[in-house]
């Protein structure tokens, strides 16, 4: 896209004892395409253990982040003012320190506000909850005061503002709602605050965040209107009530009409795929249908081959597709500089592997992972154009995978998700009988090891995909076949 302009973007994080999702949201601004910006991080009264975090970005990054220090924990609001204070940018653009930008955010949003004459924009947001699970999708429109006093639809992380407009004002001192007191400051001022659909930005649902609390919700939307609107009683009462009534509408489009209908890809020939850019296999089956919600965020870079009977339920056109027969199908690109092994090591595998496509196996073991969010915070790198195969189970080698373009970006590689069908392919484990497989009985044959385990996953994973069909959740997808 390019840089649309020179200008400089102060980029204010206010920070407080942030220690889960600090390094993604510092991260999600340092790979920005758009590199003309300053950070500005405002310890606000941080224990030791986070500001010496703070400092070690501090000194890897000394001509780009500037940190400001708060003795006391001061509160959000006073944390963002002292960053608006010593922003020196064309721009402000906020984000709290558990949330994440996409790579272009500020790129996108320079370049819409240049072509648009704009002083203000906000965007949409994907919401995701501690575990990496999606809870849904907030798009962005047009604001004005009317339309703000019924409902708060700016998410701070997405605003970016002229300097000029923001220093204008400064953020009240309340434990939740300060961003809302600011939007309707700055309505007063201008007739609109684009809100461009373009999703900018990840916002993270958290239990035990100020915003969560209901009680504080209520009592902060009546000091918002009846303090700093003026309504009198009766008024704030039914603006508090209507901010509520459109808060739950908010809520329920955010799960429904912003998401569905969605589109599915599947692919029949995998010589169909160019490799003009990176994307993610993964077999349609019912582990895959039953954890589709993990995959929301990166569906467009996923292409599904229909492995498991289950996927007959959703596609008309059913033709089965045994994973153990995916590697041998696949036709390497041109150019392309290593093929990796991830997951759990194999010599038999590695050896497999080698052989079929001429070229040495780069392995990358990875460890047993408790937790969704444990793989999202383990490191790991590839190299560009690079072929990776992975061989742990669904959904945690999904949400590997993209937690790989993720850290790898600006990077062509080329995931394909083969879990057990790999140690078939190479003779680790029995390849089922035609007659087990004609039967779609695959899941009953791979009971013979591990059984316990596997048996516990089945059910649990069963009633989970057997749950969404019968509620037809399902009916909210189109399911197409690839097109390069």
Known sequence: MGNPSNDLVSVIIPFFNEGDYFESCINSVLNQTYSNYEIIIINDGSDKEFVDKLKKYKNLYPNLIKLINHNINRGVSSARNSGISEAKGDYIAFIDSDDEWIPNKLEYQLKTMKENKLDFIHGSYFILDENEDFRGLLKATNMNYKTLLKSCDIGLSTVTI?????????????????????????????????GDEYVVCVYRKKKNSLSKSLVKKFVNAFI????????????????????????????????????????????????????KKSFILVALNMASLAYIKLFYLNIKKMIFWMDGYSCKSVIKEYTKLPGREIIEKVNPPRGLKNIYLCGNRSEKQINYIKKLFNKEVVVKEVPFFKTHRNIIEHKINFEDESIIIINISTPKQEILAQSILKQNQNKKLYIFCLGGGIAMACGEEEIVPNIIDDLNLEWFWRLKTNTWFRLKRLIYTSSIFFTKRISLFYKRFSFKEFVD
């Open 224 to 275: 918002v209107y009846h303090k700093y609107e003026r309504q009198s009683l009766i008024k704030t009462i039914f603006s508090v009530i209507r901010l509520s009534y459109f808060w739950l509408i908010k809520e329920n489009k955010s799960m429904g009409k912003n998401i569905y209908p969605m589109d599915i890809v599947y692919i029949k020939n995998l010589k169909k795929i160019s490799y």
């Open 162 to 194: 002229k300097t000029s407009l923001c220093k204008k004002y400064k953020f009240s001192d309340i434990s939740t709602k300060e961003d809302y007191i600011l939007w309707l400051q700055i309505s007063k001022d201008i007739p609109i605050l684009f």
